[in-house]
């Protein structure tokens, strides 16, 4: 534990396990490579501090009043606790839409490290409807879970498609 943040059981606060893991991940960068048509493809990813209040789900929790902070400082206001789970899980929509999120924050970097599958995003072919922009799909070999990647930017991080039993 860093000096600053608050003691508290992290086992049933995914929040905070998940800033912890994305403050963990600022410091890597992963390349993925991959070959198709004969010919050897690179995709970088990194993760910036702004990009977590999002990829959280943050902007689905307009119903509560939490701190204002600049999107990068708030994993560090979650991690020394001035923004809490027991405030967050008010939220109506956080069972659907940020918990799902937090789950597969969690488990991010330990999937990057393990086997899992890159394909190429289809939204058209899952049995629920989604407007992401993306061009891969990570899908642990291990873990129900999948992350969408996009190649359009240098800079653009892994977001959690919407936890579900990959079929």
Do not use: C
Request: hydrophobic share 35%.
């Amino acid at each position: 534990m860093r000096e600053g943040e608050n003691v508290h059981d992290e086992k049933q606060d995914i929040l905070y396990r998940a800033a912890a893991v994305w403050k963990e991940l600022t410091g890597y960068h992963y390349r993925l490579t991959y070959g198709y048509k004969g010919e050897l493809h690179e995709i970088k990813l990194t993760f910036s501090p702004e990009d977590f209040p999002h990829l959280a789900g943050f902007h689905y929790l307009k119903d509560i009043a939490l701190p204002r902070y600049s999107p990068r400082k708030t994993v560090d206001m979650i991690l020394s606790g001035k923004i809490t789970y027991d405030k967050v899980k008010k939220g109506a929509l956080y069972q659907e839409y940020v918990k799902p999120r937090l789950l597969a924050l969690v488990r991010l970097k330990e999937i990057l490290e393990q086997e899992f599958d890159l394909f190429s995003y289809m939204p058209q072919f899952y049995p629920f409807v989604t407007k992401i922009k993306a061009d891969y799909l990570i899908s642990s070999r291990i873990e129900p879970t999948a992350f969408v990647l996009s190649s359009l930017s240098e800079r653009q991080p892994p977001a959690p498609l919407v936890e579900k039993k990959m079929l």
